[in-house]
Structures are given as C-alpha cells and as structure tokens.
C-alpha cells in the first residue's frame, strides 16, 4: 500500500515463498499492480521516496526474482493498470498529474495516458486521451484490456462539471483511435472496477453497486453455467468480493 515498502513475493502452488524482494527508497503504489509475461517475468510499478512527487518506476523482475531492467515515469497521479499485451509487450495505463493546455484555444484538457513496452523496457507507444476541463472534474479509469484484433477496451468512471458521477467506458483501436465511448447515466455514482473477457471476445464490465461484502458462488447444478476461474480471478481483486464458494465437482478447480 501507499507509505509502505514495495514488496515482491514469489510463492509455489502450495504457498510456500520461493523468493521475496524489499525495494530500499520504493513504496508500493495506491493500487498494487503487476502484469506476468510471457517468459514468467513479473511487471510491477512504485514510487521512489526521494525526488519529486509524482514519479512512478516500472521494474521487470525475471522469474528468480532478478531485476531486468527500471523505467520511470513521470508525472503520474494515478497508476490504473498493467497487463500484458497479445505479443508479449506491456500495457500500462495511468491518470497523469496536471493538465494539458491547448495553445491555440487556450482550453484545458485532462489527460489519461497509455503506454506500450517492451520486453527490453523501450517504449512502442504513447497515447493521451484528452477529457475537455470545462466538462469533467475527473476521469479515472479503473481497469484496461485488450480485446482480438488489438482493440483497447478502457472502464472506470467520469466526474462531470456539474458534481454528477457516472460508469464510464471507451473503446479504441490499437493506435489509439477512439471507436466509442460511453457514459453509462444509468449507473450514476458508480465505477468499474474489472474486465472480463470470455475466449470470444465480448466483455463483462464489473461496477461498485452494493457496498456491502460479497461472496461469489459457483453452483453449476443450480445455475447451468460455470464460473470461468480466469473471471473469479479477475473478480478476487474488487475490495468488496472477499471469498468464493465452489460447489463444482473439479478437481481442476481445486488443484
């Protein structure tokens, strides 16, 4: 969490700590975010202590705990998500600190910024996109993926002008080309959280609707479906689902 040092934990299946890494002048970010890579590396984000505000470092750490390579960011007041690319490469996605200010009209824009890297740690990528100052108090994108064909799939939520706070999602071509995008008046006061997407490419958008503690329940004999662990893994990571029951009969599912 935010204030504390950044740790790193590798654990087999059986939770037993193959390796754990301290970074000494690193604290972990608001959101603790990781992506793993195609070869077992691991990708994760901090804030060093010393320097200006805002700055947050990228590390990828090989499968034995070894640091590959840093790469800093600057001015980031939010890291949003990081995940991992259909080729192998990095996604990261961030709420950037302050705002961008149109030259010729002179009208403020926010900004939410995307980066695409490599395994090499170089940069292959850079997006903005601008949300109109006069119009949006804030933007906050809680989670980003990458559906077939490339497209980017953004969800998280749109503060308007007049205090009115709304679900708010936005698709984009791999180039940064904005298909749609949609705030949801129906959810108002609420966020997405996750995506979710099934092997044929369509997606579940989860928002804060009840602020209460959830259990998420796998009853294929009641329901005719099962819950994919890939979505019950996505799902874990919402602060108000805090178990799972599975009254499916797999050993697959509890191995």
Known sequence: ??????????????WKVKWSRT????????????????????LHASRPTDGEA???????????????????????????????GSSGDFLVSYKQKGAYLDGQTRKRYLMNSFQRFDLSGKVM?????????????NAVFGDVAELPGGRLLFAGKLVLSSGNEFAFALLSQ?????????????????????IAINPEGKFLLLADAVPLPLIIYNIPAT????????????????PNIVATKDSERSEERLA
């Open 54 to 84: 805002f700055l947050t470092d990228l590390h990828l750490t090989d499968p034995s705990g070894n640091v590959r390579w840093t790469r800093r960011i600057p001015s980031v007041e939010t890291m949003q998500g990081l995940i991992t």
């Open 1 to 14: 969490g935010p204030d504390r040092d950044h740790l790193l934990v590798c654990a087999d299946t059986n």
């Open 125 to 137: 990528q850079s997006i903005r996109f601008l949300f109109d100052d006069d119009q949006v108090q």
């Open 174 to 194: 791999p180039g940064g080309k904005i298909l749609w995008s949609n705030i949801y008046t129906g959810l108002q006061n609420h966020h997405f959280k996750r």
């Open 23 to 42: 970074a000494t002048g690193q604290h972990s970010t608001d959101l603790p975010v990781l992506a793993l890579g195609t070869d077992g590396s691991i």
């Open 223 to 238: 329901t005719h479906m099962s819950i994919p662990l890939e979505l019950i893994d996505k799902l874990s990571y919402h």
